[in-house]
């Protein structure tokens, strides 16, 4: 059976429950992709883009991207798009690029809208192609697409295609320092000064807003159904429980201690999820009523959204006064997660700090961490970006 082939192929190329042969797994792609299975010529298509087997072989996986976004596979689409953006494999070519582009950026690629807005604002000349790229990039930002916001901000600090306006700029530059890119620091203490403390607090608000009505977007995104042709290099998921309002006892130090605990659990998931947006993560929060169903509801999003793996933070804490520790634990499962989670998991990573530093820890340092414990284990290499 070709499906059975093209699953089998993954497992072999991510190596789980299986020995990692990326030859025998571009074996069983080619199988698969004889018998018409989109997915299969598409991850076919990655292997020879990144070389996994030989040196990479952008010709190659331009043939097989081709095949796959000629049976409408969104993935496939955009990856051969930025061949030709690129010229890689094939002649550049922005006519065709933008072609394929528009299906998956209209189907809410945010890696699509993205590159179709640097397509507009680059690669053509005419000013009615510039006006689209702002479009596009806000539809990349409001998706999460981590460089969107600092393009905008350029757009608008320009004229580009759009009107200046630069507390406009200066919201978007707000925007894409809090989302991380160092580059956006040295322009926003620029417009600091030429602006009124109104209108940078006008900025600030509106970034405000439109982060919130970010988080309400990617949540709706991410409980839809996957699509039936989705990519087998799939998401990757990260579980965030909600903690009920903390009760404090008096003058008790445990109960305030475990109140820290619970906070900083939360809080050092959702940062562990902002830091991973570059791949395509799945966020499941867990409301505090719901976190006894937490697996549950988890098995059912990652069903629905394709996804392989999930990263889980818990916590613990023991001892008490200088042999007292505050711990971090990293799990990372196989899909679905089953009844008894510790016989599912792949690869699990501990932080513990004393619980004299646990009141002033910052928990960015711990995902910074655990960021780097992910990639070095190889946990986000099957995760398509």
Not at 244 to 269: C, H, M, Y
Not at 270 to 275: D, H, N, R
Request: proline share 4%; aromatic share 8%; glycine share 6%.
């Amino acid at each position: 059976m070709a499906e059975s082939a093209l699953l089998l192929g993954s497992l072999r190329l991510d190596g789980l429950g299986i020995a990692q042969d990326s030859v025998k797994a571009q074996a069983l792609f080619e199988q698969a992709a004889e018998k018409g299975l989109a997915p299969a010529m598409y991850n076919l298509g990655v292997m020879k883009e990144r070389g996994l087997i030989d040196k990479p072989d952008y010709a190659a996986a331009a043939q097989y991207y081709r095949q796959a976004a000629d049976l409408g596979m969104a993935a496939a689409q955009l990856n051969l798009a930025i061949l030709y953006l690129n010229g890689k494999g094939v002649p550049k070519d922005y006519e065709k690029a933008e072609r394929l582009l528009i299906p998956p950026a209209d189907q809410d690629d945010q890696a699509a809208q993205f590159n179709l807005g640097l397509l507009y604002f680059y690669g053509f000349k005419a000013e009615s192609k510039i006006g689209q790229a702002s479009v596009w990039l806000e539809r990349a930002a409001m998706n999460g697409h981590r460089r969107a916001p600092q393009m905008l901000a350029i757009i608008y600090a320009e004229g580009r295609g759009v009107k200046p306006d630069m507390k406009q700029a200066y919201t978007w530059f707000l925007i894409s320092n809090y989302a991380g890119n160092p580059e956006a620091k040295v322009p926003l203490a620029s417009l600091e000064s030429s602006l009124s403390a109104t209108e940078r607090e006008e900025a600030r608000k509106n970034m405000e807003s439109f982060l919130i009505r970010q988080k309400a977007h990617i949540a709706l995104s991410a409980s839809a159904p996957a699509a039936t042709e989705a990519a087998v290099h799939s998401r990757c998921a990260v579980l965030v429980k909600k903690i009920a309002a903390p009760t404090r006892s008096g003058a008790d130090g445990e109960t305030a201690f475990k109140n820290v605990i619970d906070q900083s659990n939360q809080s050092l998931s959702g940062i562990l999820a902002e830091k991973l947006k570059s791949y395509r993560i799945l966020t499941l929060e867990i409301a505090p009523a719901d976190n006894l169903r937490a697996m549950e509801l988890a098995n059912r999003a990652m069903s629905n959204n394709n996804c392989s793996k999930s990263i889980e933070v818990t916590n613990e804490f023991g001892g008490s006064g200088e042999s007292g520790y505050l711990q971090f634990n990293l799990n990372v499962y196989k899909s679905p997660v089953v009844d008894q989670p510790h016989e599912d998991v792949i690869h699990t990573k501990v932080y513990r700090t004393s619980m004299r530093d646990a009141f002033k820890l910052d928990v960015r340092s711990v995902a910074d961490v655990f960021i780097k414990d992910l990639e070095t284990a190889g946990i986000l290499n099957g995760i398509l970006r």
